[in-house]
């Protein structure tokens, strides 16, 4: 099964650490997407990629925050300076070119900053 | 932000029986989709429907959208255990780079 993958699944951190997660999309797929999600809620759009150009990035997203997709493949989101408002579910899904509404999601990296 | 907004926030039906579930959304859509969520298998997309399409069937789901009231509903029919899930709707914006916004979605428990 090449589905989106995630790495790692599960991270716990120090408040005020850095860390990276990983989204290795569905390989034709050329958009990839950034969610964030908390417990009883639905995802929260955090950024989009379209192949290596990043194209949107909600307001919500503080400057701790950085994504990338060298060569328009997979892709890393950064978290600087961690806090506990943080700490939640981060889903990474693909989309193809021809079903560009259509997203596929990977299962995702729970952090926990203690 | 949350656009949509799901109802009820949680159901608990027989298994065999029939599970609806309402999304309502706030601005002008391309077409809206409804995914599953559990444990298991995270999210997984279940159906769209286009802004110009009222009705359309995958399976045992049929998914209505009106536009004029900015609603739409799941259902499923002939409960399975295995249905037992969070439903959310996604909406895509108009002019955006297919950002989808999402409602908070419907807790289901199929009771054996």
């Known amino acids: 099964d090449t589905g989106v993958s995630q790495d790692p699944r599960h991270k716990i951190t120090k408040r005020g650490q850095n860390v990276t997660f990983r989204c290795d999309p569905i390989s034709e797929h050329n958009r990839l997407y950034w969610y964030r999600q908390t417990l009883g809620q639905g995802p929260e759009f955090l950024t989009y990629?379209?192949?290596?150009?990043?194209?949107?990035k909600s307001r919500l997203l503080s400057d701790r925050f950085s994504a990338e997709r060298p060569k328009g493949s997979f892709s890393t989101l950064e978290i600087q300076r961690t806090e506990q408002g943080d700490s939640a579910m981060y889903l990474c899904?693909?989309?193809?070119?021809?079903?560009?509404?259509?997203?596929?999601f990977g299962p995702g990296t729970r952090l926990t900053v203690t | 932000s949350q656009q949509g907004e799901e109802d009820p926030q949680a159901l608990s039906i027989q298994e065999g029986e029939n599970a609806t579930m309402n999304c309502s959304y706030k601005t002008s859509i391309n077409n809206l989709q409804w995914y599953r969520q559990n444990s298991g298998r995270g999210l997984v997309h279940l159906i769209l429907i286009r802004s110009n399409e009222r009705e359309k069937h995958s399976g045992r789901l049929r998914v209505t959208l009106d536009t004029s009231k900015k609603s739409s509903s799941l259902l499923i029919t002939a409960s399975r255990a295995a249905d037992t899930a969070s439903y959310f709707c996604a909406t895509d914006v108009r002019d955006s780079n297919y950002q989808l916004i999402w409602g908070a979605g419907t807790k289901l428990i199929i009771k054996p």
């Open positions: 899904a693909s989309s193809s070119p021809t079903g560009i509404y259509e997203q596929y």
């Open positions: 990629f379209q192949n290596e150009a990043q194209l949107e």
